[in-house]
């Protein structure tokens, strides 16, 4: 029973019910969260994703899922395109129009104020609402988690250095630690570093760190090996 509960949370998908909003169903915006998480695991590259998979990973009958695919589609907030040989399937995510319509559903008797008026400042600036209401903050923490999640992007990279990534990937304790060394360091710094990670930790007598919190921990005694990397290109360069 415990090796059966452990599989049920191997891998949550996170929600935001901003996306059901914009789509008008539940169901489109658990699809929208999860091509929006890979989108950015994929570091905002093009991604292809059998139906299969998308099948197995979000426990859609295969109805439900072309129905919410073609939500999608239909309102212009994604694309798909069949390339290649071997007739992958890619997914696009327009965002530029997602972020469109999640400030679009701000309720507009809260006097909202923007920065700067422009779509592709609103994507770089948080609003300021006169009244902070619950409502308003949850849909503008939704446009911060489609402008992009640093802290998924790095624990992303972890799954060349532990193949078990995924099991501790909503754990809290890590999620802080990777928190902690983006405002400490950087996101570049930080990618940087967990990159360089593998060739350290093959290094004979030296403390090996496959998680964000031993990483945090550790970061003193691996120092050395950092600074190391200083002279060559695409490495870590930091001061501790």
């Known amino acids: 029973m415990k090796e059966l509960f452990k599989n049920l ?3 949550p998908i996170a929600y935001y019910p901003a996306y059901a909003e914009i789509t008008g169903s539940v169901k489109s915006g658990i699809l929208l969260s999860q091509i929006m998480y890979w989108h ?36 212009g907030l ?11 399937t890619f997914y696009y995510p327009e965002v530029d129009k997602i972020i469109e319509k999640i400030i679009s559903i701000v309720p507009k008797g809260n006097n909202a104020k923007c920065q700067n008026g422009t779509l592709q400042s609103a994507k770089r600036e948080q609003c300021t609402y006169t009244e902070n209401t619950t409502e308003n903050t949850q849909i503008l923490n939704t446009a911060n988690e489609v ?41 570049e710094e930080v990618s940087s570093m967990v990159s360089a990670l593998p060739a350290i930790n093959a290094k004979e007598f030296v403390t ?9 921990k550790n970061l003193g005694k691996l120092k050395a090996h950092f600074d190391q990397t200083k002279s060559k290109p695409n490495k870590l360069t930091i001061a501790i």
């Open 9 to 11: 949370n191997k891998r």
């Open 40 to 75: 950015q695991a994929m570091k905002e590259e093009p991604f292809y994703k059998k139906e299969s998979e998308w099948l197995d990973e979000l426990a859609m009958g295969r109805k439900e899922f072309k129905g919410a695919k073609a939500t999608l589609e239909k309102l």
């Open 78 to 88: 994604i694309s798909v395109s069949v390339e290649g040989n071997k007739r992958q």
């Open 147 to 187: 402008r992009r999640d640093y802290i998924a992007e790095i624990i992303f990279l972890f799954k060349d250095i532990d193949p078990c990534y995924e099991e501790w990937y909503g754990n809290k304790t890590q999620r802080s630690a990777v928190k902690w060394l983006i405002d400490k360091f950087g996101f």
């Open 208 to 216: 090996k760190s496959t998680t964000p919190w031993e990483l945090k």
